[in-house]
């Protein structure tokens, strides 16, 4: 255990979000995603795991220790329901809640059509499997900066 540090955050997971730069991007997937053969095409190579926690769960602790971009509009991202864009499901509204308390202050998740996702994630510095197992659990968030004090 460390001292203010979330302890659903494992010390792989600490290791990578600490490694990322400004700009790179994690996957959040859920436990139906074909996480571990994506997650070989990443920068890190090798799929990390948060998986007796949902989504909301994982991100919130996530959130906790990385910023989100605050210079692009796609700073997180939502896989959209096929054949249903604009339909959020509850699991999505639960993520989107922990950005806007991460944030503080409302700011929407772009969309992600299915096959343009895994495309992202498989460019992305990671992927990490959550337990969740209801459908349209994946997430993408785009690290940020923080500024220097003073």
């Given at each position: 255990m460390l001292k203010g540090i979330d302890n659903r955050l494992n010390a792989e997971v600490l290791g990578c979000l600490r490694a990322m730069g400004h700009g790179d991007v994690?996957?959040?997937a859920d436990t139906n995603f074909p996480a571990d053969q994506v997650a070989r095409a990443t920068v890190a190579g090798k799929l990390l795991t948060m998986e007796n926690l949902t989504a909301a769960e994982a991100v919130g602790a996530i959130l906790s220790v990385l910023p989100?971009?605050?210079?692009?509009?796609d700073f997180a991202g939502r896989m959209e329901v096929v054949g249903?864009?604009?339909e959020i499901p509850p699991v999505q509204q639960e993520v989107q809640a922990q950005v806007d308390r991460a944030e503080g202050r409302p700011r929407k998740m772009v969309s992600i059509e299915r096959f343009a996702f895994y495309d992202l994630a498989r460019q992305s510095y990671a992927v990490i499997q959550t337990g969740e197992r209801r459908f349209y659990g994946c997430f993408m968030l785009?690290?940020?900066?923080?500024?220097p004090e003073g």
């Open positions: 994690l996957i959040i989100l971009d605050t210079f692009v509009e249903a864009p604009d785009r690290k940020g900066v923080i500024p």
